[in-house]
Nanobody, 125 residues
Framework: QLQLVESGGGVVQPGGSLRLSCAYSGFSLNYYSIGWFRQAPGKKREGISCMNMHGETFDDESVRGRFTLSRDNVENMVYLQMNKLKPDDTATYYC???????????????????WGQGTLVTVST
């Protein structure tokens, strides 16, 4: 059974940092792309970062240079290190995975095979 469980959300001041974690189980990153989406209040869900089956990462321009996606194959974890956070980064963040595309965060929603439950990030003074 494919499963993703996120953690690490919280409240942070502008300019601060947070690290989100995503524990994956039931599949191998050798065959799946994994990544992060976010959905701000009143807005559509958007893909922001992904890792393909070769371990290469791709970031949306809205987070490029501030967010870093990494993985720990031993612990079956994926991380999103978020630096220089802005109020516009406030959203619920979701981990997702698919074997049907090279980059999950750029793929159609019907390609997504598994979603996490989401974790809320609030950037505010």
């Amino acid at each position: 059974q494919l499963q993703l469980v996120e953690s690490g959300g919280g409240v942070v001041q502008p300019g601060g940092s947070l690290r989100l974690s995503c524990a994956y189980s039931g599949f191998s990153l050798n065959y799946y792309s994994i990544g992060w989406f976010r959905q701000a209040p009143g807005k559509k869900r958007e893909g922001i970062s992904c890792m393909n089956m070769h371990g290469e990462t791709f970031d949306d321009e809205s987070v490029r240079g501030r967010f870093t996606l990494s993985r720990d194959n031993v612990e079956n974890m994926v991380y999103l290190q978020m630096n220089k956070l802005k109020p516009d980064d406030t959203a619920t963040y979701y981990c997702a995975a698919t074997s049907r595309a090279q980059c999950v965060s750029n793929s159609p929603s019907n390609y997504i095979e598994v979603w996490g439950q989401g974790t809320l990030v609030t950037v505010s003074t």
